[in-house]
T-cell receptor, first 114, second 117 residues
Framework: DGGITQSPKYLFRKEGQNVTLSCEQNLNHDAMYWYRQDPGQGLRLIYY???????QKGDIAEGYSVSREKKESFPLTVTSAQKNPTAFYLCASSPRTGGGETQYFGPGTRLLVL | AQKVTQAQTEISVVEKEDVTLDCVYETRDTTYYLFWYKQPPSGELVFLIR??????QNEISGRYSWNFQKSTSSFNFTITASQVVDSAVYFCALSEHGSGNTGKLIFGQGTTLQVKP
């Protein structure tokens, strides 16, 4: 079964702690994306990657970091610099980058601050 | 500037009613793409449809239909004979085709649809 997996489903962060959200896809897609969703709002782009070993900041990258060492993996780290990390995080992928490509989403990770 | 507006925050209908979800967009590009996604309570976004700016034909897929009108910058979504399983948050999104485009999706705020039995 091809698809996108995200783990964990729920994640709790203590003050000053860095946490990493996992995103894996077996769709052989080149492009991967991270979005943040706050209650009652649409999704906002955090980071995206067009190809292995390359990634770009989105609209709200401050306090986050990513890596793309493998085509199928695009982990997101929420650093202690992110002062309001409580949100629902969604990872997506598309066959290629560029306008018009359909993005397919994973099941999401809900991050809560203790 | 690009923007997507879903003015209906919440809609509640009784099963078997028809319901239309509105989506209005703004873009300066002549080539762009519009999407609808469904977000059930589980949280995962499910892709429903993609439409490019040069194709204004309406589309029907089972109980779902989409009306794209460039003249009013709208891409509305109608569910016919709604069912309880249609209860979800629905997002309209825009992607532009300009040079250097990232493929970023610009989302509306979403419309929460509740279908009561």
């Amino acid at each position: 079964d091809g698809g996108i997996t995200q783990s964990p489903k729920y994640l709790f962060r203590k003050e000053g702690q860095n946490v990493t959200l996992s995103c894996e896809q077996n769709l052989n897609h080149d492009a991967m994306y991270w979005y943040r969703q706050d209650p009652g709002q649409g999704l906002r782009l955090i980071y995206y990657s067009q190809i292995v070993n390359d990634f770009q900041k989105g609209d709200i990258a401050e306090g986050y970091s990513v890596s793309r060492e493998k085509k199928e993996s695009f982990p997101l780290t929420v650093t202690s610099a992110q002062k309001n990390p409580t949100a629902f995080y969604l990872c997506a992928s598309s066959p290629r980058t560029g306008g018009g490509e359909t993005q397919y989403f994973g099941p999401g990770t809900r991050l809560l601050v203790l | 500037a690009q923007k997507v507006t879903q003015a209906q925050t919440e809609i509640s209908v009784v099963e078997k009613e028809d319901v239309t979800l509105d989506c209005v967009y703004e873009t300066r590009d002549t080539t762009y793409y519009l999407f609808w996604y469904k977000q059930p309570p589980s949280g995962e976004l499910v892709f429903l449809i993609r439409r490019n700016s040069f194709d204004e034909q309406n589309e029907i897929s089972g109980r779902y239909s989409w009306n794209f009108q460039k003249s009013t910058s709208s891409f509305n979504f109608t569910i016919t004979a709604s069912q309880v399983v249609d209860s979800a948050v629905y997002f309209c999104a825009l992607s532009e085709h300009g040079s250097g485009n990232t493929g970023k999706l610009i989302f509306g705020q979403g419309t929460t649809l509740q279908v009561k039995p």
